[in-house]
Structure formats: structure tokens, C-alpha cells
T-cell receptor, first 119, second 111 residues
Framework: AQTVTQSQPEMSVQEAETVTLSCTYD???????LFWYKQPPSRQMILVIR??????QNATENRFSVNFQKAAKSFSLKISDSQLGDTAMYFC????????????????FGTGTLLAVQP | GAGVSQSPRYKVAKRGQDVALRCDPI?????LFWYQQALGQGPEFLTY????????KSGLPSDRFFAERPEGSVSTLKIQRTQQEDSAVYLC?????????FGPGTRLTVL
């Protein structure tokens, strides 16, 4: 069974600084996706960034980038130039991708990291 | 609206009552997922639909939980004889392929 571990329950960063959130996962699958989702207080979950396992290049979305280490099964999120609006719970998630009809490509989430951006 | 919507947003039930939670997915999305998110935890998978077919219900915690999507669009998650341990946020997500779009969730509190 696949598992996702986020070992940092809470983190704090000063506005405009850089912070890295850690995530490790365990799987025997070879074809999968990894995601970081953001869940602001009392607001819905939105996708921050995703990484296809077959791609060696790390994904980047504006101020957000990942460090994907497939052999180490590590998938960290770096947030540059942190903004007050980045304050949220961040979830790392794994999806084993099975490309046949009827496959359940469900997300497996970690327990989350609560990030507080301080002014 | 362009996003996934869920109703009600908040539900308080007395222990033993039945509840029904509704999810309106993004139009045209074939896949629909239900997740349960306990306080301070990550969401956990409950069940999966592809169009109207419920292809995976392995995450439903007991036979008190039932989900349906009769016309391949709107889905309802029903919980019978609610218990305190059912208190959680229930999230619905729809997907066209390999990215899931989440609704705001329904926060269920069982007293």
C-alpha cells in the first residue's frame, strides 16, 4: 500500500522569505503522480503544483517549485518570496496512475503541514 | 458556476439521524470522488464513480455509508444512523482525467 508522510506539522516563515515543506512517500508503483494541495482556513482545497513521476525535470509554477527525488521517494515544495496569502495547510498527495477503464486513480494524502507566513 | 459545489456547507445532526450530502461536479467530468477529512488530518478516500457506475467503494467505513450518482452528474453521500465518529468534513472532487478539483466540503457535526 502507498503511504505519504509529512513530518512537519507546523512551519513559520517571514514574508518575502523562502520556505521548504517536506514530503516522503512509499510505493512499489512506477507510474504515478505527486501533488501539493493548499487548503486555506475554511476554504476549499486547490492544486498548487503536480509532478509526473516519469519526468526528471522538477515542476515549477511561479513562486512554487518542487524537488523530486524519485530514488529517495522524496517530494519537497519550495515557496519563494512568501506572501501572507500563502498561509494555509499544505497537503502532499500521491496518485498511482492506472490508464485503463475503471481504474480508481484516487489521491492518498499526507497529514499536512500548517504554514504560517508572518508579516 | 465553474467549480465543484457541495451542499449543505454545514450540517449538525443528532446521533442516530440520517443525513444526505450533495455534490455538483464540474460539468462534463466523468470521474467523481468522495473523501472524508477528520479534524487535523488529510482527506481519506471513501468512494469513486465513473459516470453513474460506482467502481470503488473500498473506503466506505461501514454499511451505514451509501453513495449514488444515478445520472452520472450530481452525487449524494448518505449516512444512516449517524455516530459521533462520523463528524468530519466530507469533500467531493471531480476529475476529467488525472487532476482532481475539490468542492468546499460539507462539515458534519454529530452531537
Amino acid at each position: 500500500a502507498q503511504t505519504v508522510t509529512q513530518s512537519q506539522p507546523e512551519m513559520s516563515v517571514q514574508e518575502a522569505e523562502t520556505v521548504t515543506l517536506s514530503c516522503t512517500y512509499d510505493t512499489s508503483e512506477n507510474n504515478y503522480y505527486l501533488f501539493w494541495y493548499k487548503q486555506p482556513p475554511s476554504r476549499q482545497m486547490i492544486l498548487v503544483i503536480r509532478q509526473e513521476a516519469y519526468k526528471q525535470q522538477n515542476a515549477t509554477e511561479n513562486r512554487f517549485s518542487v524537488n523530486f527525488q524519485k530514488a529517495a521517494k522524496s517530494f519537497s515544495l519550495k515557496i519563494s518570496d512568501s506572501q501572507l496569502g500563502d498561509t494555509a495547510m499544505y497537503f502532499c498527495a500521491f496518485m498511482s496512475w492506472k490508464n485503463y477503464g475503471g481504474a480508481t486513480n484516487k489521491l492518498i494524502f499526507g497529514t499536512g503541514t500548517l504554514l504560517a507566513v508572518q508579516p | 458556476g465553474a467549480g465543484v459545489s457541495q451542499s449543505p456547507r454545514y450540517k449538525v445532526a443528532k446521533r442516530g439521524q440520517d443525513v444526505a450530502l450533495r455534490c455538483d461536479p464540474i460539468s462534463g467530468h466523468v470521474s467523481l470522488f468522495w473523501y472524508q477529512q477528520a479534524l487535523g488530518q488529510g482527506p481519506e478516500f471513501l468512494t469513486y464513480f465513473q459516470n453513474e457506475a460506482q467502481l470503488d467503494k473500498s473506503g466506505l467505513p461501514s454499511d451505514r455509508f451509501f453513495a449514488e450518482r444515478p445520472e452520472g452528474s450530481v452525487s449524494t453521500l448518505k449516512i444512516q444512523r449517524t455516530q459521533q465518529e462520523d463528524s468530519a468534513v466530507y469533500l467531493c472532487a471531480s476529475s476529467p482525467l488525472n487532476e482532481q478539483f475539490f468542492g468546499p466540503g460539507t462539515r458534519l457535526t454529530v452531537l
